[in-house]
């Protein structure tokens, strides 16, 4: 799809990809663009072009709010780009029923309510992005909560895309670990190690940016993951060492820091 001229609605705009992306989109002529984080401080507003909103879109008066705010600013909304979404780097060790559903509202009940509100807008083609992650199908230790919803997303895109419209692009970004402070968001702690391998944001953006474009329907910024995938799939040994390796040095550094 054409990005120039377009009107974009893009969550999770005020940090890490998101913020990277929105700098890149911003760059497109006659581009409008709502730029939604609950904390909107950091978001830099150009006339005619970038749209601050601050919503908690973890809920459903949150996502009601986002569409309605949309609704009078641009009308129909071409490209909906649901980018937000957190991680826990945790030991589960006692139950917590709001602990699950606030990372399940926010990664997986949000972009699929989002794309039912998006559908009904009408006004077709359209494009929807919705980041995943490579951990929705490689198992990362002491993120088992956020595999669990990234995994939950992939699926439901996997198979939405039977039912979906002639007219509407859907695509999944798969980005492996990325250069930014989520993982110390997803601890609450500086220098906290990042899965390997990982990448930069800009990498990531500019993939996403590109595909949309080129009207992909899946993005895998990473050329590493895109090679070695296969082969864990063929050998599922290598993927085993693979996790058993994360598990061991990232108990180390949560046993650190809780002792």
């Not at 895309?161 to 402070?181: C, F, G, H, M």
């Not at 953006?205 to 090679?227: D, Y």
């Not at 993927?239 to 994360?246: C, K």
């Amino acid at each position: 799809m054409q990005i120039e001229g377009k009107n974009i609605i893009l969550t999770g705009a005020s940090s890490g990809i998101g913020k990277e992306l929105l700098c890149l989109l911003s760059s497109y002529e006659n581009v409008k663009i709502i730029a939604v984080a609950r904390h909107i401080e950091k978001i830099p507003v150009i006339e005619d072009k970038i749209i601050p909103f601050s919503a908690d879109i973890g809920n459903k008066e949150g996502v009601d709010s986002l569409f309605n705010f949309s609704q009078k600013v641009f009308g129909n909304t071409d490209i909906f780009i649901a980018n937000a979404g957190f991680a826990y780097l945790e030991k589960l060790n006692k139950p917590d029923w709001q602990h699950i559903e606030t990372i399940f509202s926010v990664n997986v009940f949000s972009p699929v309510y989002s794309l039912e509100k998006f559908m009904m807008e009408g006004d077709f083609p359209k494009t929807f992005v919705s980041t995943i992650s490579c951990v929705a199908m490689i198992s990362l230790p002491a993120y088992s909560l956020y595999c669990s919803t990234k995994a939950a997303l992939h699926h439901f895109m996997e198979t939405y895309r039977y039912e979906q419209s002639k007219n509407l692009n859907l695509i999944s970004v798969y980005p492996i670990a990325t250069k930014t402070d989520f993982f110390d968001k997803a601890t609450g702690q500086e220098q906290t190690p990042l899965p390997y391998p990982a990448q930069g944001v800009n990498s990531v953006a500019k993939a996403i940016v590109k595909g949309i474009e080129k009207n992909k329907k899946k993005i895998f910024p990473s050329l590493f993951f895109r090679f070695i995938y296969p082969i864990g799939r063929a050998f599922p040994l290598f993927l085993n060492i693979y996790s058993a390796r994360e598990r061991k040095k990232v108990s180390k550094w949560l046993d650190k820091i809780q002792d």
